[in-house]
């Protein structure tokens, strides 16, 4: 049989023999997909000051996506349904603006601190500090749960920015270390209201509800130092919120010093109550604080407004209330003489204004006339000045009468117009 005749389907075969298989989709890879649809439900998309992005490129949002994973050791339902939650909590809370708000100091000064330490390979490690034996007044501290929850987001933000994962160039290895977290410290030293304080406890629990949240995989590990024996009811109340994964971070210490011994690479640089020869912690970033007093003066000229704005209203209508008091009394012993006059007045009112013509048609006609004449005018100016008297008494009392009703009406208009 020749070999011509064999069909050209071979080299085809081969080719798809050697065709890659398609890998199946990660999880990973399927959150990604997933998250436009995430971001437009919670109408967020920032997350720990990264602006999350569809792009399977973007290195820093696929780290945060990791992280989530991670903490529901992989199950992309409970992931997604996390994210969304955090999503829809920042939207809420704002916790990036949180950093640059001030925070009353009698509440919170020397409660909380951040530090950066560098170890011999010049590796950064973050820690947020909460030093609870600084409280002076638990029920001012604790008392308003939603301030707490501010103040405390606002120095785990502080914190999560000192991590600088805008940065990240590369995802997280499958199974690698996670190099993106911080740790976190809380000294209970002199600490003894925590066991019976209903605040303190109220306060505690949701602030672990909310962090668990909020804030997945951002701690490496958590110490508890200066812990007294009573305190063992907060870690049975974060039994119920964390995984199990997540409690194996949490280190409860008796002694602070104890804490050189766990973090022997950046031992030195801690602080020397805590068993190493660094600054003292009070001198780490905090966020902002107020003294209540200066802020009471601060707020204290802004009480006065309402006053200001009264008081020019209330003095135009009290001189408005005077003004028109004033022409009353003029009035009252006017009223009278025009109630007795006005008989007299009308009947004047028209002779009034005729005498003058009169007065003049007699001066023409005196200059007409002839001397044998004047004694006749003079015998009738004569009479005519026995009558004039009665006259000029009235025409006084015109004039007077008038310039008192027009001062009537025009105090009359102010009164009007107030």
């Known amino acids: ?9 071979t080299p085809e075969k ?34 720990w000051g990264v602006e999350l992005s569809t792009d399977a490129g973007h290195a820093p949002t696929q780290v945060i996506l990791q992280k989530f994973l991670r903490a529901n050791n992989g199950d992309l339902a409970g992931a997604e349904k996390q994210l969304a939650a955090a999503l829809a909590w920042r939207e809420k809370w704002q916790p990036t603006k949180l950093v640059s708000e001030a925070f009353n100091k009698d509440k919170f000064g020397g409660l909380g601190f951040v530090t950066n330490h560098k170890d011999e390979a010049g590796n950064n490690t973050v820690i947020t500090w909460n030093i609870y034996g600084s409280v002076k007044d638990n029920k001012a501290t604790f008392g308003d749960v939603t301030e707490f929850i501010k103040w405390r987001a606002a120095l785990m933000e502080l914190g999560v920015q000192q991590l600088h994962l805008n940065d990240i160039t ?63 009811w907060m870690f049975g109340a974060m039994k119920l919120f964390l995984a199990p994964a997540t409690l194996k ?14 973090l022997k690479s950046i031992a030195p640089s801690l602080p020397q109550e805590y068993g190493g020869s660094g600054s003292p912690v009070q ?29 020019p209203v209330e003095a135009p209508a009290q001189a408005n209330e005077s003004a028109a008091a004033e022409p009353q009394t003029v009035d009252l012993p006017v009223r009278p003489k025009e109630e007795e006059a006005p008989a007299e007045a009308k009947k004047e009112e028209v002779p009034a204004p005729v005498e003058p013509e009169a007065k003049v048609e007699e001066t023409k006609a005196e200059e007409a006339k002839s001397p044998a004449e004047e004694e006749t005018k003079q015998e009738t100016e004569e009479k005519k000045t026995e009558e004039i008297p009665v006259a000029a008494d009235s025409a006084p009392k015109e004039a007077e009468a008038a310039p008192k009703e027009t001062e009537t009406t025009e105090t009359a208009q102010p009164e009007k117009s107030a």
């Not at 049989?1 to 389907?9: D, F, K, Y």
């Not at 970033?285 to 009264?310: G, Q, Y």
Request: net charge negative.
């Open 1 to 9: 049989m020749s070999t011509e005749n064999v069909p050209a389907a």
């Open 170 to 232: 590369e995802p997280l290895p499958e199974d690698g270390t996670d190099k993106h977290q911080m740790l976190q410290v809380h000294d209970y030293r002199s600490v003894s209201f925590f066991r019976m304080d209903p605040a303190v406890k109220a306060a505690s629990k949701e602030t672990i509800s909310v962090f668990s949240t909020a804030y997945p995989e951002l701690l490496a590990h958590k110490y508890f130092v200066n812990v007294p024996a009573i305190m063992g």
């Open 14 to 47: 081969v080719e798809q023999a050697e065709a890659p298989v398609s890998t199946p989709e990660t999880p990973l890879a399927k959150f990604t997909a997933r998250l436009a649809d995430i971001i437009k439900e919670s109408t967020h998309s920032e997350m």
């Open 283 to 311: 001198e780490g970033l905090t966020v902002t604080l107020v003294d209540a007093t200066e802020a009471a003066k601060v707020e204290a000229p802004v009480e006065p407004k309402p006053e200001a704005v009264v008081a």
């Open 249 to 262: 971070k949490f280190h409860p210490m008796t002694s602070g010093t104890t804490l050189s011994t766990e």
